[in-house]
């Protein structure tokens, strides 16, 4: 477990080593204010015993208020039901994906406690303070949602910024960190145009951190800018093609 910020009543920690095998490496972060909890992207079935266990250092689990769900992969979601089902937590959910998620199994009786966020995104209150959930479309998913905690500066980003490979938690060399995440980007995301929205609205917001789902943190404003400044003008997805389709 690993503290990004910590301050008075507010806690931010996040997660990093509960994947094993041959599972994509994922973080899981925790959002605390005023001993009210939200577990952002909470992780597949065997990450959530761990989540679950580890969650005795941090708060007791019946302060559990709020499950974020950034968007539809199973290394986000899968755990839905386990969450939901030992827990009073509401959970919040792209309103494209919400006739997806009983496919992992979400039981009837809790599925009313999975709320749809609009596209536009909104605020969810947390112990005192509005957190706000962010558009970002197609960053790789088409309903997707980050969340800006404007007390820790924190901009928690799903796979936007994700690393992969890297064995650190933290970026303190940006142009050495790029081989971790260039592959991901421009496979990923679907075109240059949905990210320079992207970077219209974030550089609105006073960051001082990004806590990406998967890979390394970006934990000082200089690092922030370094990975925004990457980013806005990365050719990814369809920018990338050259050539149509082959029939095999």
């Known amino acids: 477990m690993i503290t990004l910020f910590e301050e008075d009543n507010h806690k931010n920690v996040m997660f990093s080593d509960l994947t094993s095998g041959l599972m994509i490496q994922s973080n899981q972060h925790i959002i605390i204010y005023n001993d009210e909890a939200m577990i952002l992207d909470p992780g597949g079935h065997k990450v959530y015993s761990k989540l679950f266990s580890g969650l005795s250092d941090v708060m007791p689990s019946k302060n559990l208020k709020y499950l974020f769900f950034s968007h539809q992969d199973p290394d986000i979601i899968a755990s839905a039901n386990a969450w939901l089902m030992i827990s009073k937590a ?7 994906w919400i006739r997806f998620i ?32 962010l558009p970002a479309h197609f960053l790789h998913s088409a309903g997707n949602f980050q969340v800006y905690d404007p007390v820790s500066k924190i901009l928690y980003s799903g796979d936007l910024g994700a690393s992969l490979g890297a064995d650190y938690d933290v970026v303190e060399n ?15 995301l679907p075109c240059n145009k949905a990210v320079k929205l992207w970077v219209d609205m974030v550089r609105n917001l006073e960051i001082d951190m990004i806590a ?14 370094n990975f925004i400044d990457w ?11 050259k050539e149509g389709f082959n029939i095999p």
């Open 212 to 225: 990406p789902q998967h890979g390394a943190v970006f934990n000082t404003p200089e690092m922030v800018k």
């Open 174 to 188: 940006f142009e050495n960190h790029i081989q971790y995440m260039d592959g991901f980007h421009r496979r990923y």
């Open 102 to 133: 009983p496919h992992f199994g979400v039981d009837e009786f809790v599925s009313s406690r999975i709320k749809p966020i609009p596209d536009g995104g909104m605020l969810i209150n947390l112990g005192g303070v509005d957190l706000k959930v």
């Open 90 to 96: 509401e959970a919040f959910l792209s309103e494209l």
């Open 231 to 241: 980013i806005e003008w990365l050719p990814c997805g369809v920018d990338l093609m």
